[in-house]
Structures are given as C-alpha cells and as structure tokens.
C-alpha cells in the first residue's frame, strides 16, 4: 500500500513541474522570447497545454475575471499539494489503526 501511495505522490509531482513549465512556457510566449513558430517549441507548447488545459477549464469556471492575470495555475498546484498532503495523513491514520 505505501508503494502506490509514493506512485500517487510522485505522479503528482510530475504534474506539478508540468503545470510549472507551462507557465514559463506561456510567459516566455507572451514576453516574445520564444517563438511559437518554430516546430519544437510549438510541439511543447501544445503538448503542455493538453495535458494542464482540462484541469485549467475546471477551475476558471468558478475564477472571476482578472483580465491579463490568469490565478488557475497557482490553484491547482495549491490543491494538488494538499492532496498529496491529504493522501499521507489518512495512509499515516490506517497504517496507525486509527480510523478516519
């Protein structure tokens, strides 16, 4: 059991530096220091944003509008954390025999 429990925190960390590089990623797109006309880094961008844009969609439905500034990235990391968090104090509960 705490075998999957590792698995489960490492995915979400690797999430996690996904979310992160599709940040930078869109930063450096907006500031023009990458162009997204060259095939790699348009390759990377649309790979970045399949995989974080789902989870991005679910959390701007309930974000007021804030213009430029876009909070969905930070949100989900926060609640990723704190699933990971989560996660440990209940394996940590049954493996104490504690109930929860």
């Known amino acids: 059991m705490q075998s999957l429990l590792i698995l489960i925190s490492q995915?979400?960390?690797?999430?996690?530096?996904?979310?992160?590089?599709?940040?930078v990623l869109s930063?450096?797109?907006?500031?023009?220091?990458?162009?997204?006309?060259?095939?790699?880094?348009?390759?990377?961008?649309?790979?970045?944003?399949?995989?974080?844009?789902p989870a991005y969609r679910?959390?701007?439905?309930?974000?007021p509008d804030m213009g430029g500034l876009d909070l969905s990235p930070i949100i989900l990391i926060l609640g990723l954390i704190f699933l990971?968090?989560?996660l440990f104090e209940v394996f940590g509960a049954l493996q104490s025999g504690g109930a929860y």
């Not at 690797?14 to 992160?20: G, M, Q, S």
Request: proline share 0%.
């Open 58 to 63: 679910r959390i701007r439905r309930f974000l």
């Open 84 to 86: 990971r968090n989560f």
């Open 27 to 53: 930063w450096l797109v907006a500031f023009n220091i990458v162009n997204m006309r060259n095939r790699f880094v348009y390759m990377v961008g649309d790979a970045l944003n399949r995989v974080t844009e």
């Open 11 to 23: 995915i979400i960390q690797l999430y996690i530096w996904v979310i992160i590089a599709s940040a």
